[in-house]
Each structure stands twice: as structure tokens, then as C-alpha cells.
């Protein structure tokens, strides 16, 4: 592979990949905003929960003071953070697939470019001796140029 060859795979390469830094730098950013938002909800939660326990321990028929409404917003806060643990565990695979999908795509070029350099190599260790021997034996066997070419003795036609 010639240098020229080389650097043009390799600009073509980096062409590639151009973009992969800032869908990264997006993807993880998302993750760490819905990382942000679960952990709020989280702590949501936690105080309506704990004001809810509070206020059924203090009463003194707990059972009538049970509030499905409040239970039931306690609830949805959990839903919308498995929500947003299910969009992250998305970006995240789709993250993955992503820099996978480069590797793949560099193994296979690498491949490529180490079987066209062993072959170069191979052709290069054919030693100038086995070159000039395989010309002189070419030129060998080729007819010479000033040879007189074998007449050819006429065959009676038969009528």
C-alpha cells in the first residue's frame, strides 16, 4: 500500500468518525439529565413518603387516614423514574452501538490494509536474483528475433 493510498484510507477513516465526540459528548450528556431528573424525583418521593408514614403513625386509625391519592402520586413519581431508567439504559445501548459499530469498521480495514502490506512485503522479498533469473530464463525460451523460421515441406494434394 503506497503512502498516498494510506493517508487517503486513513483521511477517509477520520471522516468517519468526525462526528463520533459530539454524538458521545450528546448521548452521555442526556444520560446525566435523566440521571438529574430521577434523582429529583427520587427525593420527591422520599418527602412525600416520609410525611405520608409520618402522618399514618401520628393518627390514631391509621387505616382512615390512608390516602390512596397520595399513594397513588407516589406511584407515578416511580413509574416516570423507571421511565427515565428506561431511556437511559436506550442511550446507552445505543451509545454502545455506535462505538461498536467503529471498531467493527477499523478491525475490518485493518485487515485490509496488514493483508495488502504483507503482500507488498512478499513482493519485495522476492530478491532481484529470482528477478533476473525468471527474465533470463524468459529470454531464454523466447525465439530469437534473427532465427530462420523452419521451412515447411509442401503436402502433395490429392485430387
Sequence with gaps: MSSYQLSTYLESYLDS??????ELKRNFTLMR?????????????EH??????????????PEQERS????????QEFAVCLEYADEKV???????EMIDKHIRKLDQDL??????IALQDRQKKETPDKRAAST??????????DAPT????ATPRMR
Design 33 to 45: 439529565e435523566l440521571d438529574s431528573r430521577s434523582e429529583d424525583k427520587m427525593r420527591k418521593i
Design 17 to 22: 468518525i468526525a462526528t463520533l465526540p459530539f
Design 90 to 96: 436506550g442511550l446507552a445501548m445505543q451509545t454502545y
Design 150 to 153: 523452419p521451412k515447411r515441406h
Design 136 to 145: 533470463h530464463k524468459r529470454k531464454a525460451t523466447a525465439a530469437p528475433v
Design 68 to 75: 390512596e391519592r397520595e399513594e397513588d402520586d407516589i406511584e
Design 111 to 116: 485487515r485490509k490494509v496488514e493483508g495488502e
Design 48 to 61: 412525600t413518603s416520609n410525611r405520608y408514614i409520618r402522618r399514618l403513625r401520628k393518627s390514631a386509625n
